[in-house]
């Protein structure tokens, strides 16, 4: 593997240290770095128009119906970044609500047409891989990647990050981007970055070329101890009242969900990252960034970009609306206000971003008991499943080779096929997929490229803007499907997945967007906004001067009263 390995589990794993503040038999250990609240200077802040620090908080399928469902019981850090600038209703505005592609509109202000990132994987038609298939966090030119393996990259991203465009106009901004997965962390800091760092299934780790960090190594060993020792339930026989109306169990397939306390079995790091565990990890790690890069306290605005992921394996392991996912809020409050706490005992001017990458469906086995009956496993069926020689008879051609490579939603034909073959193979391939009752639409790359961007708002757009947002040719498949709103791409549950999100519908392209600066008054605006405007906004607040035409979203006025923080062209 081209990374450099940190730390070794086994090694680790025998070094007696304390376990984190999710342990319920033993005393609870204080996070890495907690300090305690302290009372901000409003008064020095306000003199500051320039904040030293922006810090992105990116918390992976943290969809704007959980934000709902569960602003009411925030008292830590949500509520206190609720005190800010609100816009419950922001959207990640394309077909494509993965990852990988809603990651990366959150700090290029671009949408996936234009930064390449058009879904987690993608067909490459020259790729030497038997099934096509390239990592959209890959660099796929290196020998040594794989998809089981890949060599970690930024490079598929085609436009700068907020950092890229920070650092380009200051050498001396430092960078730094922290989460437990690898695209989450390449798509907020971009190829650019003073560090990166991310969770290999071993150890938080970075790129090859860069130098370790021993204090990373450290907490690393701690990561390793809790995981080699196991955890009993999150929080304990302390669950809240307003988690206990949502515990009930399910069953799908051979997999039972909606009771579970998020426990650890020793040495199964799958639950450990199935629950805030992973996240105070990633916040543990980001902190240490902090101090040892002296983020903020430099002459010049820095970037912090963190991505939060344990909501999404939540989410994908046990569903979005059970006592799993309300203990993982639960968690994801109190974790928000220590690291905060953090913050401001640096003594350091910042502003907070958070939003989300893509919102999420809950299992549909939940779904159907409560009121939506329409939802749905997705069935291949023969259809599909016989789609080779289906196109073969349809189109009457005959080609020595495989004809078409499908991942997810994306269908490619093999570039080989040309002329009146190709368009008979593409007219059969969209008339056998239009025939599956489980899904909704069918464009084909003509379709696309005929598409206009949407001009209107997000929440107006069709089906097929939708879609045009995430297309880029040479990226996306010959044709792309769409799925019935309630049906789920999770065709057959297993251990950490039964659920899922990627779809065109809001519950998976809604999404809460909060913006918080200490000492500076908020406001709430329902009216739908876009995760791409968030970049926009961000330059404007630090005065970094971006080329005319860089973002596709818009800059945000932060300022409730006359002032605006866009400047006199802005909103």
């Known amino acids: 593997m081209n990374m450099r390995r940190l730390v070794s589990l086994a090694a680790l794993a025998t070094i007696a240290l304390p376990l984190g503040a999710c342990a319920q038999a033993t005393a609870e250990a204080p996070p890495v770095s907690i300090a305690p609240a302290r009372t901000v200077d409003t008064r020095a802040l306000e003199q500051n128009e320039t904040p030293d620090l922006v810090v992105m908080i990116a918390v992976d399928q943290f969809s704007a119906d959980l934000f709902a469902q569960y602003r009411s019981h925030f008292t830590g850090g949500l509520a206190r970044l609720s005190e800010g600038v609100v816009f419950p209703s922001a959207f990640q505005g394309h077909a494509a609500t993965e990852t990988c592609p809603g990651h990366s509109t959150l700090l290029t202000g671009a949408r996936p047409a234009r930064s390449g990132i058009v879904a987690n994987n993608w067909i490459d038609t020259s790729s030497d891989r038997p099934d096509k298939v390239v990592y959209c966090a890959e660099d796929s030119t290196d020998p040594a990647s794989s998809r089981r393996k890949p060599v970690v990259s930024a490079r598929n991203l085609l436009v700068p990050t907020l950092g890229e465009w920070m650092r380009d106009a200051d050498p001396a901004t430092r960078s730094v981007a922290v989460s437990s997965k690898d695209r989450a962390t390449m798509m907020l800091g971009g190829t650019d970055t003073t560090a990166s760092w991310w969770w290999d299934g071993e150890a938080?780790?970075?790129?090859?070329?860069?130098?370790?960090?021993?204090?990373?190594?450290?907490?690393?060993?701690?990561?390793?101890?809790?995981?080699?020792?196991?955890?009993?339930?999150?929080?304990?026989?302390t669950i809240p009242d307003f988690c206990r109306r949502v515990e009930r169990r399910f069953t799908a397939g051979p997999i039972g969900f909606g009771d579970g306390k998020l426990a650890v079995r020793p040495g199964n790091e799958g639950d450990w990252r199935r629950s805030p565990r992973a996240d105070r990890a990633t916040l543990a790690v980001a902190l240490e960034q902090l101090d040892h890069y002296q983020l903020g306290q430099g002459a010049t605005t820095d970037i912090l970009a963190i991505s939060l992921s344990a909501t999404d394996y939540v989410g994908h392991a046990y569903g979005n609306n059970g006592l799993e996912m309300c203990l993982q809020m639960s968690e994801l409050d109190r974790m928000l206000a220590s690291f905060l706490d953090n913050l401001d005992a640096r003594g350091v001017d910042y502003v907070v971003a958070l939003s989300a990458d893509h919102g999420g469906q809950d299992a549909p086995e939940r779904l159907d008991e409560q009121a939506d009956p329409g939802a749905a496993r997705f069935d291949p069926g023969e259809v599909v499943q016989m789609?080779?020689?289906?196109?073969?008879?349809?189109?009457?051609?005959?080609?020595?080779?495989?004809?078409?490579?499908?991942?997810a939603s994306e269908f490619t034909l093999d570039p080989r096929i040309v002329g009146d073959d190709r368009k008979r193979a593409l007219k059969a391939l969209k008339e056998i997929l239009l025939e599956h009752p489980q899904i909704e639409a069918v464009f084909t790359e003509d379709e696309m490229q005929a598409t206009p961007m949407p001009d209107v708002n997000v929440q107006d757009w069709t089906i097929r803007q939708r879609a045009r947002a995430s297309w880029r040719k040479g990226r996306s498949g010959d044709v792309s499907i769409l799925l019935k709103r309630g049906v789920s791409g999770v065709i057959e549950p297993s251990e950490g997945y039964i659920a899922?999100?990627?779809s065109v519908w809001d519950y998976d392209r809604r999404v809460p967007l909060l913006f918080y600066r200490p000492g500076r008054a908020g406001f709430e605006q329902p009216m739908p906004v876009e995760t791409v405007d968030i970049a926009p906004t961000l330059s404007a607040l630090i005065g970094l001067e971006v080329p005319g035409g860089a973002f596709d979203g818009r800059c945000l006025d932060l300022d409730p009263g006359e002032g605006n923080t866009c400047g006199i062209d802005g909103e």
């Not at 370790?212 to 907490?219: F, R």
């Open 387 to 407: 789609l080779e020689g289906e196109i073969r008879q349809r189109a009457g051609i005959t080609f020595p080779d495989r004809v078409s490579y499908a991942y």
């Open 204 to 237: 938080y780790v970075t790129h090859a070329d860069r130098d370790g960090d021993p204090k990373v190594d450290a907490l690393n060993a701690r990561f390793a101890k809790e995981i080699a020792d196991g955890d009993g339930p999150v929080m304990g026989a």
């Open 500 to 502: 899922t999100h990627g």
